[in-house]
């Protein structure tokens, strides 16, 4: 089953607008990235939280992190038709941090309309 | 895409037939990594390496072979495609095992088992 699982599934938004995405996780992490996919691309890092941070910003982007309820959420501030992607969590693999692996969600879909 | 390649982007093949995708990097990154992108599944990953002739299996390894003779190059080996290994297949590299270190993607290689 999947560690992390992004919540929506699909969101659709105008430009200008915020636009807020979830993941929850089943087990404990170190750490939890955010990427980007644009279509038929490779993703793309965005942002690294770990597990003793609570909220971290870059730019238009703010992530948080609730350990105590296994949840993330990647809030992107006025939105960009650009911004139009899929979006991964990604957590370290369960048990420990062996060789970098990553878990990843099933992915949010980002709209932005003009 | 970070100096990562993937050969070749787009193929089709039949049943019962070996195939082999290729993953060439100039990062002189050591970890690298392959995953398969299926709807609903979110990135799954297949084999892993942590050196030249250092590999192991991810969650998903069944039906899939892998061989690192150099650092820059992954290569992943479908003994007998099947319908079901129909997907995307990407590539990624780490600079270290860590897991809060950034992985970065190849362009994918969409291939489909007929």
């Known amino acids: 089953s999947q560690q992390g699982e992004e919540d929506p599934q699909a969101l659709s938004i105008q430009e200008g607008e915020n636009a807020t995405m979830n993941c929850s996780y089943k087990?404990?992490?170190?750490?939890l990235q955010w990427y980007r996919q644009n279509s038929g691309r490779g993703l793309v890092h965005l942002i690294l939280?770990?597990?003793?941070?609570r909220e971290k910003h870059s730019g238009r982007l703010r992530v948080t992190l609730d350990t105590s309820k296994k949840s993330s959420s990647l809030l992107i501030t006025a939105s960009r038709a650009a911004d139009t992607a899929s979006y991964f969590c990604?957590?370290?693999?369960?048990?420990?941090?062996?060789?970098?692996?990553?878990?990843f969600g099933q992915g949010t879909i980002l709209t932005v309309h003009p | 895409d970070a100096g990562i390649t993937q050969s070749p982007r787009h193929k089709v093949t039949e049943t019962g037939t070996p195939v082999t995708l290729r993953c060439h990097q100039t990062?002189?990154?050591?970890?690298m990594y392959w995953y398969r992108q299926d709807p609903g599944h979110g990135l799954r990953l297949i084999h892993y390496?942590?050196?030249?002739?250092?590999?192991d299996k991810g969650e998903v390894s069944d039906g899939y072979s892998v061989s690192r003779s150099k650092t820059e190059d992954f290569l992943l080996t479908l003994e007998s495609a099947t319908s079901s290994q129909t997907s995307v297949y990407f590539c990624?590299?780490?600079?270290?095992?860590?897991?809060?270190?950034?992985?970065?993607f190849g362009p994918g290689t969409r291939l489909t088992v007929l």
């Open positions: 390496s942590y050196g030249v002739k250092d590999t």
């Open positions: 990604a957590t370290d693999a369960p048990g420990g941090t062996s060789y970098g692996k990553l878990t």
């Open positions: 990624a590299i780490s600079e270290s095992r860590l897991s809060r270190d950034t992985q970065y």
């Open positions: 087990t404990s992490i170190n750490n």
């Open positions: 990062e002189n990154h050591r970890y």
């Open positions: 939280i770990r597990s003793n941070e």
